[in-house]
């Protein structure tokens, strides 16, 4: 795998994401090793938790602009948009434990990685963002619903609307993550992880299948929802006008076309 790594060390897989020169934004390619070294995780019965990280200055910076702008087709987007949001169902569904170990940037879909994830360890500086609305796109792989199962609806239409950048501070005062790393949040998640081995392996399995079940038809409805919204936008004038904006580092002219 060119765009993933994948270790197992003492019951813990660690995956990650290694395109650190594009801050492991998803291309097409990433997505699938992704995948790849999920399922080689899942297969592996020495494995009892997932450690996901990003090589370089950041966890995930979202999607991969450059691979969305070269879609040329609703046909293009649909392969794209599915099996990036069948990460989020994956990790869902695994009976393994996964920690998200974010450091720099979550953004976007990077966002929605780590929160398909069981737990989030993040380093203290980190930085989550919702910024889809800059680029005239919705917030995609769960986010509306896996965010919804933590904070009030009021909120979460403002961080949508605004694109608000995110403290590791208020997430974990909110109780969106579950500890935030001094130092390393990658050797925090090895601590985390022991410290899950030391449990009953049957327990864990069969509590995180349980909650997923009593979440997953929201989660799933989540999904299907947003790709269905997300596929208009992205052959939407307004999603051109974004991303141009963007590269430009101008401010966008939306028309609601």
């Known amino acids: ?23 492991n934004t998803l291309s097409t390619e990433l997505i699938h090793d992704f995948h790849t070294a999920l399922d080689l995780a899942c297969s592996d019965q020495t494995v009892r938790v997932i450690i996901l990280s990003g090589n370089g200055s950041s966890f995930c910076a979202g999607g ?7 879609l040329k087709n609703q046909e293009e987007a649909y392969y794209w948009l599915d099996n990036a949001t069948a990460l989020t169902a994956k990790l869902r569904s695994i009976s393994k434990l996964v920690i998200a170990a974010v450091h720099g940037h979550a953004s976007g879909a990077g966002f929605s990685l780590a929160l398909a994830s069981d737990f989030i360890i993040a380093e203290r500086d980190a ?4 910024s889809f609305s800059k680029v005239g796109l919705i917030p995609d792989l769960g986010l509306f619903q896996l965010l919804l199962e933590r904070i009030p609806v009021n909120l979460l239409k403002e961080w949508i609307v605004f694109g608000t950048v995110l403290s590791s501070e208020l997430l974990y005062q909110k109780g969106v993550i579950n500890r935030m790393a001094e130092k390393s949040a990658v050797d925090d998640a090895f601590l985390f ?62 028309k609601g076309k």
């Open 64 to 70: 991969d602009l450059e691979t969305i702008k070269k």
């Open 193 to 254: 992880s022991q410290n899950i081995i030391k449990g009953s392996p049957l327990s864990q399995k069969y509590s995180k299948k349980i909650l997923n079940q009593l979440l997953g038809e929201k989660v799933r409805n989540s999904l299907a929802v947003e790709s269905m919204h997300q596929l208009l936008l992205l052959q939407s004038e307004d999603f051109q006008e974004g991303i141009q904006a963007f590269i430009e580092k101008r401010p966008p002219i939306f």
């Open 127 to 130: 930085k989550f963002t919702i």
């Open 1 to 23: 795998m060119e765009f993933v790594s994948y270790s197992v060390n003492d019951g813990i897989a660690h995956i990650k994401m290694n395109r650190p020169e594009k801050l």
